[in-house]
């Protein structure tokens, strides 16, 4: 998955109208809610083969963060 | 009573006939815009003249169970032709007696597609923040007596709506934080066009009507519920099975 991809399927998982930038802070996103953490914990498993808790992504700050917990 | 504004738009599935048809002109009548689906374009066109307020009441034909993975995407398609959605009631159906001599996989995979997997991919859709107006938003399943008390044939019927019910309850959890409300109507026998062909098919008419000591449901009975349970006068109901039966005992 590229980054352009990663950036696409997150806005997806967001339910989000807008585009996301690696900046950007989670908790700045008015989308960001547990559910949203339990969908991307259920995403990163799916196509990352990673097991991400609940406190995991919760530490992360930005979207680039997640990116570079997929490895991309 | 309930009232809402034109800009509150509800999708009500299976509008061509009994409850969902019922629901539809009650919330188009009591100020409400409509999105009426169901399978049968003419029928949906006879709903059209007999709303009295029809530039707020616009038909979308559409089969639920031909494809219930491309629901969510449909949702999205209607968003962007009418707005944002404000409620989702779900009246589309079938009830199919079986008794597990006759039951087989095939069988069971197309009532579950129509009573189990399209409400579930409807409210993925719903639930999309695109897709709802957030607070004050609700979705509204009529399930089945069925659902807590079948009866002999109603294993996959009742098994169907029985998911839907504790699915419904899942939902209501998961949506709550954005105030999302979600709930499930359970009726028993409502005199539709549906249930009166399955009376007639089963010569069950006059056996039926004695068990219901309030007499058998008119869809009247339902959809004033269906209408309030839409409605911000419930704004503290979610993850609830009402049943109405007409005080059915046994």
Same mark, same amino acid.
């Given at each position: 998955m590229t980054r352009a991809e990663f950036l696409n399927e997150l806005k997806d998982i967001l339910q989000r109208d807008d585009s996301l930038e690696p900046e950007m802070v989670l908790k700045d996103l008015e989308e960001w809610d547990s559910l949203s953490i339990m969908a991307l914990a259920g995403f990163f498993d799916q196509h990352f083969s990673k097991i991400l808790?609940?406190?995991?992504?919760?530490?992360?700050?930005?979207?680039?963060?997640?990116m570079i917990a997929a490895g991309i | 009573m309930f009232h809402f504004r034109p800009d509150e738009?509800?999708?009500?599935? +299976? %509008?061509?006939? +009994?409850?969902g048809k019922g629901t539809a002109l009650?919330?188009?009548?009591? +100020?409400?815009t409509v999105i009426a689906t169901g399978r049968d374009n003419s029928r949906l066109a006879a709903l059209q003249e007999q709303s009295a307020e029809s530039n707020r009441l616009h038909c979308e034909v559409k089969d639920l169970a031909e494809n219930p993975d491309s629901l969510p995407n449909w949702?999205?398609?209607?968003?962007?032709k009418f707005g944002k959605l404000k409620g989702l009631i779900h009246c589309a159906g079938l009830t199919r007696t079986e008794p597990l001599s006759l039951?087989?996989?095939?069988?069971?995979?197309?009532? @579950?597609?129509?009573?189990? @997997?399209?409400?579930?991919?409807?409210?993925?859709? @719903?639930?999309?923040?695109?897709?709802?107006?957030?607070? +004050?938003?609700? =979705?509204? @399943?009529?399930?089945?007596?069925?659902s807590v008390r079948p009866d002999k044939g109603q294993g996959l019927y009742g098994g169907a709506k029985a998911a839907l019910v504790n699915?419904?309850?899942?939902? %209501?959890?998961?949506?709550?934080?954005?105030?999302?409300?979600?709930?499930?109507?359970?009726?028993?026998?409502? =005199?539709?066009? =549906?249930?009166?062909?399955?009376?007639?098919?089963?010569?069950?008419?006059?056996?039926?009507?004695e068990r219901y000591p309030l007499g058998l449901g008119r869809v009247a009975d339902v959809s004033a519920l269906a209408a309030f349970m839409?409605?911000?006068?419930?704004?503290?109901?979610?993850?609830?099975?009402?049943?109405?039966?007409?005080?059915l005992i046994g």
């Open positions: 808790h609940f406190t995991d992504i919760e530490s992360f700050i930005t979207v680039e963060d997640l | 738009i509800f999708l009500v599935t +299976g %509008a061509s006939s +009994g409850i009650l919330i188009n009548q009591a +100020g409400a949702l999205m398609d209607l968003k962007k039951t087989n996989y095939t069988g069971a995979v197309s009532l @579950f597609s129509i009573d189990y @997997f399209a409400p579930l991919l409807l409210a993925k859709g @719903f639930a999309d923040r695109r897709v709802n107006t957030g607070e +004050g938003a609700s =979705m509204t @399943f009529i399930a089945s007596l069925a699915t419904m309850q899942v939902m %209501a959890k998961e949506l709550a934080g954005r105030r999302i409300r979600v709930n499930c109507l359970s009726p028993g026998l409502v =005199m539709t066009p =549906m249930a009166e062909q399955y009376i007639q098919d089963y010569n069950l008419g006059e056996k039926q009507k839409a409605s911000d006068q419930a704004r503290w109901i979610t993850g609830q099975n009402y049943i109405l039966d007409g005080g």
